[in-house]
C-alpha cells in the first residue's frame, strides 16, 4: 500500500510541476507571443478567451490534485508501516516492510515491542503473586527503560565488508525456513564463564542455563518467528577465560556430537567479566587501566585470528562479541572500561560483531548502585533481570545487523555489481587479487609493533601468507559435494578432547575415562566440590603427596603432535606448593622415549590473588607420535598434597 501511494505522491507532483509551467506561461508568454504575432498570421492563433478557459480549467484540477497530496501527506504520517503480505523464505530480507528504507532497529523495534514481550514470556513461568510481580517489572524495563535509543548505545560494531559470511548465515537461515526438515536452525556456540552459565541468575540454585542470558536469546528469537530458527550452544565452563576458548575452537573441542563434526555457524565470545580481572602479580602501583586493556586484547586477537581459521577452505563462522561485564574488577571507572574499548577496536579491524550491555545500562548502574537490578555492586555475577536484559541487548542487534545486511544487498542488486564469493564456486581457486578485492585473508595482527608507515608492506605479507597456506591446503581444488553432502568431514584434529564443566564432561565420565586408559594410579581420585554449593569443580584430583598416575592411548588414529592440559589454579591452604609434573612418552614396542615434559603450579604465587580458574598447558611434543603409534602420559604430584586436572587433549596440531 505505500508503495502505491508512494507512486501517487509522484505522480501528482509531477503534474503540478507541469501546471506550475503553465501557470509561467500564461502570465508572461502568452500575452507576448499573442500582441507580436501580425494580422497576417491571426488566424493561426489560438484566441484568448479560449486559452483563458483552458488555464481556468486547469486551475480547477490544479486545486484538486493539491488536496489530494496534503491528504496523502496527512495519511503517510500516520499509516503504519506496511508489512508484507507474505514472507518469502528464499529471501530473508521480504520480512521487512517494503518501505523506503527509513525502518531502522530502533523503529521495528518500537512498533513490535508487544511481540517481542510476548516472545520473551517462557512456557515454565508459574502464576503466582510473586511471579506476576516480577513480570511486571520486568515488563516496564523493557517497555520504560530500554527505549530504542538507549538500545542502540549496544551496538559497538558491525561488519561492513565480511558481507560473504553474512550472507551465508542469512542462507542458512532461509534453508530452515524453507524446508526445515531438512535443514537444520542456525547452530551458535556461546563461550564464557559463569556469568554465561548463569551463575547467581537464579536465586535457587548457584547455576541455571536455562535462566541465563544465551537460552533467553534463543527463546525470544525462535517464539518471536513462531519457528526454530537458531540453536543455542551454551559451552561455558566457570572459571576460564578466552585463551581456554581460543584453543576448544583450534581443537574443535565443543562437546556436542553436531558442533564436534560441522562446527558452528556462528561463535560468541562472552568472556568479558574474566578477561577484565586484574592478571596476578600486578604491582598495587601499575597502570590497571593499560594492564588490562593490553590483557584483553592479548587474549581476544589469537580467539578472532584462530576462529577465523577454524574451518579451512570454508567460510568462518561470524564471530559476536558481547560484553556483559560492569564489574567490579578495578577501582576506576575507566579501567572498568577497559574491555568494551579494546573489544571495539578489534571488531573494526577483523570486521566482527561486537555488542556491549555494559553501555546499554553503565550510565544507570554508575548512578546509582545501591540498586542492583542490572549489576551488583559486590558480585560480577548478577540476576535474572539482567539476563533478560542482554538477551534483549543481542537481539535489538541482531535485527539492526540483519537490516544493514539487507541494505548492502539491495545496494549490490541495484549496482548489478554483486557475485557470489568466489570460493563458493565449485573448482575455482582464488587468486591473490581475488583475495584482495573480496578481503577473504587476515588482516596483519594488531599489536602495538604495527607501525604507521609500515601498514602498507605488512598487508602485503599477510595477503601473501594467507593465499600460501590456501594454496597449500588444496582450497578449491577439492570436490567435496559429496562430504557436505552427508556431513563427513571430519574437522576434529584431536584423538581425544574432554574438559570438565557442566554440560560437558561429567565426573562418571571422567572416572571411565580413567578407568579405561590408565595403566598405572596412586592417589588420584574424582572429585566433585559439593561444599561450593555447584558442580563446576568437578576434576581429577591429587588427593595425597607423591600422588601419580599413567595413561596409554595403543593405536591412535590420527598424528599426535600437542598435548594440552587443563588445570586448576586457585588459592588459601589446601593449594600451598601445589605443582605437578606432566611428561609424554613416545612409546615403541621395546623401548619409550620422553618427547615433552612440563611442570605447572596449582597454586597462585600471590597470596592476595582469591580467584580459581581454570589454565591450560600445551606441550608441543619433539616428535610426532604417528597414526598407529602408542602415547604415554604421566602425572606426578612433586609439591603440595594437591593437584587438580580440569581436561585432555591429544591432537594433530
Not at 598495587?284 to 593490553?294: F, M, N, R, S, T
Request: hydrophobic residues 35%; aromatic residues 8%; proline residues 4%.
Amino acid at each position: 500500500m505505500i508503495r502505491f501511494e508512494s507512486n501517487r505522491l509522484a505522480v501528482i507532483v509531477s503534474v503540478l510541476g507541469f501546471f506550475g509551467f503553465l501557470q509561467m506561461i500564461y502570465d508572461g508568454k502568452i500575452t507576448s507571443a499573442v500582441s507580436l504575432r501580425g494580422t497576417k498570421d491571426m488566424e493561426q492563433t489560438i484566441p484568448l478567451h479560449e486559452a483563458e478557459a483552458e488555464i481556468t480549467s486547469l486551475r480547477e484540477k490544479l486545486d484538486d490534485y493539491q488536496q489530494q497530496l496534503q491528504a496523502l501527506k496527512e495519511k503517510s504520517r500516520t499509516t503504519e508501516p506496511a508489512v508484507p503480505s507474505a514472507f518469502d523464505p528464499t529471501n530473508i530480507c521480504s520480512v521487512f516492510p517494503a518501505s523506503s528504507g527509513t525502518s531502522g532497529a530502533s523503529r521495528l523495534w518500537e512498533e513490535n515491542l508487544t511481540k517481542i514481550w510476548e516472545a520473551t514470556l517462557s512456557k515454565d513461568w508459574t502464576d503466582t503473586p510473586s511471579a506476576t510481580d516480577a513480570l511486571a517489572a520486568l515488563q516496564s524495563i523493557l517497555e520504560d527503560t530500554l527505549s530504542p535509543a538507549r538500545m542502540r548505545r549496544s551496538i559497538r560494531h558491525l561488519p561492513t565488508f565480511s558481507h560473504h559470511v553474512l550472507r551465508r548465515v542469512m542462507g542458512i537461515i532461509e534453508k530452515r525456513l524453507q524446508d526445515p526438515e531438512s535443514n537444520p536452525p542456525l547452530r551458535i556456540a556461546v563461550f564464557g564463564g559463569s556469568v554465561t552459565l548463569g551463575r547467581g541468575c537464579d536465586k535457587a540454585k548457584m547455576q541455571n542455563k536455562e535462566c541465563a542470558w544465551p537460552k533467553r536469546f534463543e527463546r525470544l528469537i525462535n517464539q518471536f518467528f513462531g519457528r526454530e530458527i537458531i540453536q543455542v550452544f551454551n559451552l561455558a565452563i566457570g572459571g576460564t577465560s578466552t585463551i581456554s576458548a581460543t584453543s576448544r575452537v583450534k581443537y574443535w573441542m565443543y562437546g556436542d556430537p553436531e558442533l564436534d563434526k560441522l562446527g558452528p555457524d556462528v561463535i560468541i565470545n562472552s568472556y568479558s567479566t574474566n578477561d577484565s580481572i586484574v592478571p596476578w602479580g600486578t604491582p598495587p602501583e601499575a597502570d590497571l587501566v593499560k594492564i588490562v586493556g593490553d590483557n584483553v586484547r592479548d587474549r581476544l586477537e589469537p580467539f578472532i585470528r584462530e576462529t577465523l581459521q577454524s574451518k579451512g577452505c570454508d567460510l568462518p563462522p561470524l564471530i559476536v562479541h558481547v560484553d556483559d561485564s560492569l564489574g567490579p574488577h578495578q577501582p576506576t571507572v575507566l579501567g572498568e572500561m577497559s574491555y568494551v574499548s579494546e573489544m571495539t577496536r578489534l571488531a573494526k579491524w577483523y570486521d566482527t560483531v561486537a555488542i556491549s550491555y555494559a553501555e546499554v545500562v553503565r550510565d544507570l548502574v554508575y548512578q546509582d548502585r545501591s540498586a542492583n537490578i542490572f549489576a551488583d555492586p559486590k558480585d560480577a555475577h548478577f540476576h535474572d533481570e539482567a539476563h533478560q536484559t542482554v538477551a534483549w541487548t543481542v537481539g535489538f542487534a541482531a535485527l539492526q545487523l540483519v537490516i544493514n545486511y539487507c541494505d548492502d544487498e539491495h545496494s549490490a542488486q541495484m549496482k548489478e555489481s554483486f557475485e557470489k564469493p568466489k570460493q563458493a564456486k565449485e573448482g575455482h581457486v582464488l587468486t591473490k587479487e581475488e583475495m584482495k578485492a573480496d578481503k577473504l585473508f587476515l588482516p596483519p595482527p594488531l599489536t602495538r609493533d604495527l607501525l604507521l608507515e609500515e601498514t602498507t608492506s605488512e598487508f602485503e605479507a599477510a595477503l601473501e601468507l594467507s593465499h600460501s597456506t590456501y594454496i597449500d591446503k588444496g582450497c578449491g581444488t577439492r570436490d567435496e559435494s559429496s562430504t557436505k553432502a552427508t556431513g563427513n568431514v571430519d574437522r576434529n584434529p584431536c584423538e581425544v578432547a574432554w574438559i570438565s564443566t557442566p554440560g560437558l564432561t561429567k565426573a562418571s565420565e571422567i572416572r571411565t575415562f580413567m578407568s579405561t586408559y590408565q595403566t598405572q594410579i596412586d592417589g588420584w581420585e574424582v572429585e566433585t566440590n559439593k561444599k561450593e554449593g555447584w558442580s563446576n569443580k568437578v576434576g581429577w584430583v591429587a588427593v595425597k603427596e607423591d600422588a601419580t598416575f599413567r595413561l596409554r592411548f595403543s593405536r591412535v588414529a590420527k598424528d599426535i603432535k600437542t598435548v594440552t592440559i587443563y588445570f586448576m589454579r586457585s588459592y588459601g591452604e589446601k593449594w600451598h606448593k601445589s605443582k605437578a609434573r606432566i611428561t609424554v612418552y613416545h612409546v615403541n614396542s621395546n623401548s619409550e622415549q620422553a618427547v615433552a615434559e612440563t611442570e605447572v603450579s596449582g597454586v597462585w604465587e600471590d597470596d592476595d590473588y582469591k580467584y580459581s580458574l581454570t589454565q591450560l598447558e600445551t606441550m608441543h611434543l619433539s616428535e610426532t607420535v604417528a597414526k598407529g603409534e602408542t602415547i604415554d602420559i604421566k602425572v606426578d604430584l612433586i609439591s603440595g598434597s594437591t593437584f587438580k586436572i580440569m581436561g585432555l587433549m591429544l591432537c594433530n596440531k
